[in-house]
């Protein structure tokens, strides 16, 4: 089985290239230079990062938190130990 390398574009067997976490495959003489991911994929997986679910859940956890720091800076307005006499403060 023959794999084109995603950097060089040259035609090498599978056993002779690495798989890298971006889905690329990287042959022995590229990795040898020091060639790890290449460019254009990097992008293409920063993109799939942002899918829609992943950003809902994000605008989700952050609506959240902010509507906590809202709740813990607005609970010393309320007064809402007022009626606890002074002495027991
Ligand atoms: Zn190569």
């Given at each position: 089985m023959s794999i084109n390398c995603s950097s060089c574009n040259a035609l090498v067997e599978r056993e002779d290239c690495h798989k890298n976490r971006y889905g690329e495959y990287i042959c022995k003489k590229c990795q040898g230079a020091?060639?790890?991911?290449t460019r254009a994929h990097r992008l293409l997986y920063l993109q799939a990062w942002w899918e829609p679910r992943r950003l809902f859940w994000l605008t989700v956890t952050v609506v959240a938190v902010l509507v906590l720091l809202w709740f813990y800076f607005l609970l010393p307005e309320l007064r809402l130990y007022d009626f606890i006499p002074a002495i027991f403060r």
């Open positions: 020091g060639v790890r991911f």
